[in-house]
């Protein structure tokens, strides 16, 4: 994997590293970040903080997503809204059966051409076809699945797509941390980042023991180090 270039900075990549690591990991803020970073010595403010993460955020998330295993064949797809600028759009997410996030995609409309595009981002980014996707009732998936001949993958179900719209809650955790998003564009910018960090730390501790536990959240430390390495 290629090595980040933390060349021209006036900062150490140690305390870049871990600033991105702080927002992106947990809901904090970009002056919550600068708090602790100050309260350990290290004076940087948040705006810098901010140009960090947009910087360095999503070379991150592209070399994290290249490391994880491939996912579940069974696909959970849905919709929420997000109000940007005053305006709705729609945040259409896919998850996996284990509650891997495969995409996120910032759409304008709640419509076929938009399940549409989901469903085509994602078989190419996978390359392969689920043994079954589960879709809430909305008409949309089902007109999508028809356009792709896939339609005998298509479950729906009041109970069967908990794991999607389970999938939401950290999103809006961090939706209400920021005050909204400001732009589709930073919104789809900084969920796919999101969602790529979420996966390498979510260790699911509740199904797991203690010592279980330990070793998969080091193991997720690792990762993270090996991809933040400085070149």
């Known amino acids: ?61 592209a070399d994290l997503r290249k490391r994880r295993p491939k996912p579940h ?15 709705l759009v ?50 949309s998936y089902g007109a999508a699945a028809r356009d792709l001949g896939i339609q005998g993958r298509h479950r729906t179900g009041r109970w069967r797509n908990n794991r999607a719209e389970n999938s939401h809650q950290p999103t809006r955790r961090r939706e209400c941390k920021m005050q909204g998003f400001k732009s589709a564009g930073s919104a789809q910018r900084f969920l796919s980042t999101h969602a790529a960090v979420y996966n390498t730390f979510n260790v699911q501790r509740h199904l797991t ?8 959240r080091a193991s997720a430390m690792n990762t993270w180090w090996n991809v933040v390495a400085a070149a």
């Open 73 to 87: 064949t069974v696909w959970h797809l849905d919709e929420v809204y997000l109000k940007i600028d005053g305006r």
């Open 209 to 216: 023991s203690a010592s279980t536990h330990r070793a998969l």
């Open 90 to 139: 729609y945040l259409w997410r896919a998850v996996d059966a284990e509650g891997e996030v495969l995409d996120v995609l910032v759409q304008s409309r709640r419509s076929k051409q938009a399940a549409l595009s989901l469903m085509r981002k994602l078989l190419r980014k996978y390359g392969f076809l689920p043994e079954i996707f589960v879709t809430d009732d909305l008409r």
């Open 1 to 61: 994997m290629k090595k980040i270039n933390y060349s021209g900075y006036r900062f150490p990549p140690e305390i870049i590293q871990q600033a991105v690591w702080l927002y992106l990991r947990f809901s904090l803020s970009f002056r919550d970040v600068e708090d602790l970073l100050a309260q350990r010595g290290i004076t940087v403010s948040y705006e810098t903080i901010r140009r960090w993460v947009n910087h360095f955020g999503p070379l991150i998330a």
